[in-house]
């Protein structure tokens, strides 16, 4: 079971926007900003999307954003394309001996 | 360019041990930390250790704690993870994941290498 709770799946047609809830607790989402997003597609590492809770670093699409309210943050992709098809996964730093918690992360199908 | 190579995966039996490496280039590597980050197949991620720039600090999860020692070699440019005590849910992909810089916290990872395999099985 992971810390931080996620969707299992979500989906949109080309075009569409959509978004992804990532809930944790007070000790890590709720108590820092800093929330991170990755991008994975199959067989491939993981990539950097969205930092401490809203920045997109270099080379990033600004059709994704990031935002936190409370317990739960979320990652909303707009104008939706075939390859943002991928699975995506929350992470926060949290106050425990465990530095980084992720989700449990999320399939992304573009219809 | 940023590149992370990882390499030592393998098939090890229960209760063995391991050593996988990670030879890091195309950017300052003292200057960064760096992480090690692991996915069962079919899984999602989970850390599993990190160290400081300087090698002198270093974090792990719970569940690796007192098996695994995580280690740098400056001078080589190389991250290492020695497992010992291996244990049939272990098994997975470890990822050699780069950053942050020196003097900000351990908490997110802006490049990864393309992770080695690691099966404990009997």
């Known amino acids: 079971q992971s810390a931080l709770t996620q969707p299992a799946s979500v989906s949109g047609s080309p075009g569409q926007s959509i978004t992804i809830s990532c809930t944790g607790t007070?000790?890590?989402?709720?108590?820092?900003?800093?929330v991170t997003w990755y991008q994975q597609h199959p067989g491939k590492a993981p990539k950097l999307m969205i930092f401490?809770?809203?920045n997109r670093p270099s080379g990033v699409s600004n059709r994704f954003s990031g935002s936190k309210s409370g317990n739960t943050a979320s990652l909303t992709i707009s104008g939706l394309q075939a390859e943002d098809e991928a699975d995506y996964y929350c992470s926060s730093y949290t106050s425990s001996s465990t530095l980084v918690v992720f989700g449990g992360g999320t399939k992304l199908t573009v219809l | 360019e940023v590149q992370l190579l990882e390499s030592g995966g393998g098939l090890v039996q229960p209760g063995g041990s391991l050593r996988l490496s990670c030879a890091a280039s195309g950017y300052t590597f003292s200057s960064y930390a760096v992480s090690w980050v692991r996915q069962a197949p079919g899984k999602g991620l989970q850390w599993v250790s990190g160290i400081s720039g300087s090698g002198e600090s270093t974090y792990y999860a719970d569940s690796v704690k007192g098996r695994f020692t995580i280690s740098r070699d400056n001078s080589k440019s190389t991250l290492y993870l020695q497992m010992n005590s291996l244990r049939v849910e272990d098994t997975a992909v470890y990822y050699c994941?780069?950053?942050?810089?020196?003097?900000?916290?351990?908490?997110?990872?802006?490049?990864w290498g393309q992770g080695t395999l690691v099966t404990v099985s009997s």
């Open positions: 401490d809770v809203s």
């Open positions: 007070s000790s890590d989402v709720g108590d820092y900003k800093y």
């Open positions: 994941a780069k950053g942050p810089p020196v003097g900000v916290i351990i908490k997110n990872f802006d490049f």
